[in-house]
């Protein structure tokens, strides 16, 4: 079995499903195409997504001695984290529910060569 390396960010203030079909498109490809990925797309959460593939990559250069080019993006995955609860005031002393969702996002690097 391959040594893999992760990264995790918790509590990002952003919903699953966004953040969802960004690691689909990175999922399985080198560290520097992912980068290149994540820096065009048009999304908020790219950004974040790109911190953590950079900290996951930066973590496994320092722990395990891997060359950051070759690295690949072995598994993401993302999960739901707690709700924020707000209330919105309406007329006639009404308040409307907001939601405000967050999300735990994982990032695993592996060396290409192992």
Same mark, same amino acid.
């Given at each position: 079995? /391959?040594?893999?390396?992760?990264?995790?960010?918790?509590?990002?203030?952003? !919903? @699953?499903?966004?953040?969802?079909?960004? =690691?689909?498109?990175?999922?399985?490809?080198?560290?520097?195409? /992912?980068?290149?990925? +994540? *820096?065009?797309? @048009?999304?908020?959460?790219?950004?974040?997504? =790109?911190?953590?593939?950079? *900290? /996951?990559?930066?973590?496994?250069?320092?722990?395990?001695?891997?060359?950051?080019?070759? =690295?690949?993006? !072995?598994?993401?995955?993302?999960?739901?984290? @707690?709700? +924020?609860? #707000?209330?919105? @005031? #309406?007329?006639?002393?009404?308040?409307?529910?907001? =939601?405000?969702?967050?999300?735990?996002?994982?990032?695993?690097?592996?060396?290409? !060569? +192992?």
């Amino acid at each position: 079995m /391959a040594t893999e390396v992760k990264a995790i960010a918790k509590y990002v203030r952003t !919903s @699953p499903q966004k953040v969802r079909r960004i =690691l689909d498109q990175i999922r399985g490809k080198s560290y520097k195409e /992912a980068v290149m990925l +994540l *820096s065009v797309m @048009p999304y908020k959460a790219c950004s974040i997504i =790109l911190k953590i593939v950079d *900290s /996951a990559a930066a973590n496994a250069q320092v722990t395990k001695g891997f060359n950051k080019n070759k =690295l690949i993006i !072995s598994k993401t995955f993302v999960d739901k984290g @707690p709700t +924020l609860k #707000r209330f919105r @005031p #309406r007329a006639q002393g009404r308040g409307y529910k907001i =939601l405000k969702p967050t999300c735990h996002i994982t990032v695993q690097v592996q060396d290409q !060569s +192992l």
